[in-house]
């Protein structure tokens, strides 16, 4: 073996051994892990395996050097982009209801669904009963991710770029649908950025052959987050900007300002930051910063500011403010600065001991969930292809992604893989299939190649299948958790909350109640009897009782 091959296999070992010591060493070993930290808790249920099986395929692609299949799907992958996409469409789409069963799993999910059911009924905010609200909504969301009026209206507080993108998915009743083909779109992206960046297009096809191999990518597909439609839209900001003419920096613009306002906007500003500084940087760089900005600046103001002072003005003064709402202009002006700064202290933080053990947390999922080695060759490929500005300026924007969420005083919570390293993601695929079809002399270059592909294809089959079983496993564990009601039958669903188990996410409900099955937040057995379904509902029958579950009430 090449000196090369011998560096990244003792590198990617060490990486799993490092990572068990500090799961084991994070989540205070032998001690159990409260659901109530899910973090963690997902770290030691999964990650340990995840670095143990890295650790397996580093070790077996090495014994088995001498087994090299005559196979070359970099190649078969670059010449088949489109194909491989609808292919992993396919997948994915499947995977969401056998892995998954199409269940928003975390509160954030739901949040985007219920918000895209809004914008594909026409409306900008549900409408509930005024007198059911604190039943339908649970305490632990109220101004935290969802605003509701004493009228009944409901809305999220999150931007609503992502809620538009789901709309018209929400709206054919398949909002399961939208990540798979963004995460689809993204392979054919990969390949032709990686194709044009290196002028190879073996480098596009080991670009998607990473992309696909890595459990994480997939894993973020099988969710609702926005991290998806955030990759998706940050590398189509960054191909359009290769070429820096007018109608592309317009479009780079548009687009990067629908990236913007996805959830929030910090994925997208610490990823185009290092573009936005090459650009006034470079020759004519005013008029192009111009370009640039007239691109953002619709969207920006209309679904950005526009959107935030929807808000502001629907939730009213919840929040202490240095003058009067109904002030003049100038005075409202100093509430909307005096909310934006206590928004602004609540997500940002300096980095102590807990964030950077946070963000480390991140890292160790970020090489368990992709192929072995994969950001220690995407680091030599940025090496290599520093003189390229387009690849130098991707790892200038996952280092940037890196280093701006050290600032973030909160760990990921749920999500299948590095949630906040996923909207720069498309950086390591990219820069590592740039170093893999040009970067190294023949000899090392041949059999450094040999070693990563079979690297790659053993995490696609490995790595994929340990890791979707992880997902149903817990998704199961989960989903029995919630009373058992019958689909398509009209029923109240009560739910006991139970945060250490994060059953208020349950309380998923339609915007305009038009589902048959409506989930409430328990009180007591007996205020849920007298206050609900004595009140409202006096000819329901219980059909399903369980004190620490919740009950089912059928209407007749």
Same mark, same amino acid.
């Given at each position: 073996?090449?000196?090369?091959?011998?560096?990244?296999?003792?590198?990617?070992?060490?990486?799993?051994?490092?990572?068990?010591?500090?799961?084991?060493?994070?989540?205070?070993?032998? =001690?159990?892990?409260?659901?109530?930290?899910?973090?963690?808790?997902?770290?030691?249920?999964?990650?340990?395996?995840?670095?143990?099986?890295?650790?397996?395929?580093?070790?077996?692609?090495?014994?088995?050097?001498?087994?090299?299949?005559?196979?070359?799907?970099?190649?078969?992958?670059?010449?088949?982009?489109?194909?491989?996409?609808?292919?992993?469409?396919?997948?994915? @789409?499947?995977?969401?209801?056998?892995?998954?069963?199409?269940?928003?799993?975390?509160?954030?999910?739901?949040?985007?669904? =219920?918000?895209?059911?809004?914008?594909?009924?026409?409306?900008?905010?549900?409408?509930?009963?005024?007198?059911?609200?604190?039943?339908?909504?649970?305490?632990?969301?109220?101004?935290?991710?969802?605003?509701? %009026?004493?009228?009944?209206?409901?809305?999220?507080?999150?931007?609503?770029?992502?809620?538009?993108?789901?709309?018209?998915?929400?709206?054919?009743?398949?909002?399961?649908? @939208?990540?798979?083909?963004?995460?689809?779109?993204?392979?054919?992206?990969?390949?032709?950025?990686?194709?044009?960046?290196?002028?190879?297009? +073996?480098?596009?096809?080991?670009?998607?052959? =990473?992309?696909?191999?890595?459990?994480?990518?997939?894993?973020?597909?099988?969710?609702?987050?926005?991290?998806?439609?955030?990759?998706?839209?940050?590398?189509?900001?960054?191909?359009?900007?290769?070429?820096?003419?007018? +109608?592309?920096?317009?479009?780079?613009?548009?687009?990067?300002? =629908?990236?913007?306002?996805?959830?929030?906007?910090?994925?997208?500003?610490?990823?185009?930051?290092?573009?936005?500084?090459?650009?006034? *940087?470079? $020759?004519?760089?005013?008029? +192009?910063?111009?370009? &640039?900005?007239?691109?953002?600046?619709?969207?920006?103001?209309?679904?950005?500011?526009?959107?935030?002072?929807?808000?502001?003005?629907?939730?009213?003064?919840?929040? $202490?403010?240095?003058?009067?709402?109904?002030?003049?202009?100038?005075?409202?002006?100093?509430?909307?600065?005096?909310?934006?700064?206590?928004?602004?202290?609540?997500?940002? %933080?300096?980095?102590?001991?807990?964030?950077?053990?946070?963000?480390?947390?991140?890292?160790?999922?970020?090489?368990?969930?992709?192929? $072995?080695?994969?950001?220690? &060759?995407?680091?030599?490929?940025?090496? &290599?292809?520093?003189?390229?500005?387009?690849?130098?300026?991707?790892?200038?924007?996952?280092? !940037?992604?890196?280093?701006?969420?050290?600032?973030?005083?909160?760990?990921?919570?749920?999500?299948?893989?590095?949630?906040?390293?996923?909207?720069?993601?498309?950086?390591?695929?990219?820069?590592?299939?740039?170093?893999?079809?040009?970067?190294?002399?023949?000899?090392?270059?041949?059999?450094?190649?040999?070693?990563?592909? *079979?690297? !790659?294809?053993?995490?696609?089959?490995?790595?994929?299948?340990?890791?979707?079983?992880?997902?149903?496993?817990?998704?199961?564990?989960?989903?029995?958790?919630?009373?058992?009601?019958?689909?398509?039958?009209?029923?109240?669903?009560?739910?006991?909350?139970?945060?250490?188990?994060?059953?208020?996410?349950?309380?998923?409900?339609?915007?305009?109640?038009?589902?048959?099955?409506?989930?409430?937040?328990?009180?007591?057995? +007996?205020?849920?009897?007298?206050?609900?379904?004595? *009140?409202?509902? $006096?000819?329901?029958?219980?059909?399903?009782?369980?004190?620490?579950?919740?009950?089912?009430?059928?209407?007749?």
């Amino acid at each position: 073996m090449t000196r090369w091959t011998r560096v990244l296999a003792a590198l990617s070992a060490f990486a799993a051994l490092f990572s068990i010591v500090f799961i084991l060493d994070n989540t205070e070993f032998p =001690f159990e892990v409260r659901r109530l930290l899910v973090f963690q808790y997902l770290l030691r249920q999964q990650d340990i395996a995840g670095a143990v099986l890295m650790l397996a395929l580093v070790l077996g692609a090495w014994l088995l050097r001498r087994r090299d299949p005559r196979l070359d799907p970099a190649a078969f992958l670059g010449r088949h982009a489109w194909a491989v996409a609808a292919a992993s469409f396919a997948g994915l @789409c499947l995977a969401m209801f056998a892995v998954v069963h199409g269940h928003a799993l975390a509160g954030d999910e739901h949040l985007a669904i =219920f918000q895209s059911r809004v914008f594909a009924a026409g409306e900008l905010t549900a409408q509930f009963p005024r007198e059911l609200v604190y039943r339908l909504v649970p305490t632990f969301y109220l101004d935290r991710w969802l605003i509701a %009026t004493e009228t009944g209206r409901v809305v999220s507080i999150y931007w609503p770029g992502f809620a538009l993108l789901l709309a018209p998915f929400s709206l054919v009743g398949a909002p399961w649908a @939208c990540n798979p083909l963004l995460a689809s779109l993204t392979l054919v992206l990969l390949a032709r950025t990686a194709t044009r960046l290196t002028s190879d297009e +073996r480098a596009g096809g080991w670009a998607m052959l =990473f992309a696909l191999a890595s459990p994480g990518f997939a894993g973020m597909a099988l969710s609702y987050f926005s991290m998806t439609a955030h990759l998706f839209f940050n590398l189509l900001f960054a191909w359009l900007l290769l070429e820096r003419t007018p +109608r592309r920096l317009l479009a780079a613009g548009l687009v990067g300002s =629908f990236a913007l306002v996805q959830s929030n906007p910090v994925p997208h500003l610490l990823f185009a930051l290092p573009w936005i500084v090459s650009i006034a *940087r470079g $020759p004519d760089g005013r008029r +192009r910063l111009a370009l &640039l900005g007239a691109g953002y600046a619709p969207l920006v103001l209309l679904l950005g500011l526009g959107w935030w002072l929807f808000l502001r003005e629907l939730q009213g003064s919840s929040f $202490p403010l240095p003058y009067a709402p109904d002030g003049d202009l100038l005075h409202r002006l100093v509430n909307l600065a005096a909310y934006l700064h206590y928004e602004i202290r609540k997500v940002f %933080t300096l980095p102590g001991a807990d964030v950077l053990g946070y963000r480390l947390g991140e890292q160790v999922r970020l090489w368990t969930w992709t192929v $072995p080695g994969l950001p220690l &060759l995407a680091l030599a490929g940025w090496w &290599l292809w520093r003189a390229s500005d387009g690849l130098r300026l991707l790892g200038v924007s996952l280092a !940037a992604t890196l280093l701006g969420y050290a600032f973030v005083g909160f760990d990921q919570g749920y999500g299948w893989g590095a949630r906040y390293v996923h909207s720069a993601f498309g950086a390591l695929p990219i820069l590592a299939g740039a170093l893999m079809a040009k970067g190294l002399p023949d000899l090392q270059g041949r059999e450094l190649r040999a070693y990563v592909t *079979r690297l !790659a294809l053993y995490s696609l089959v490995f790595g994929t299948a340990l890791r979707l079983f992880q997902i149903r496993l817990f998704m199961d564990e989960q989903l029995a958790l919630r009373p058992p009601f019958a689909e398509g039958v009209r029923q109240i669903v009560f739910i006991r909350p139970n945060l250490e188990y994060y059953t208020p996410d349950f309380v998923q409900n339609d915007p305009f109640l038009r589902a048959p099955v409506i989930f409430m937040q328990s009180r007591t057995p +007996r205020r849920d009897r007298e206050d609900v379904i004595g *009140r409202h509902f $006096p000819q329901a029958r219980l059909v399903y009782d369980n004190p620490l579950l919740g009950q089912v009430w059928r209407l007749e």
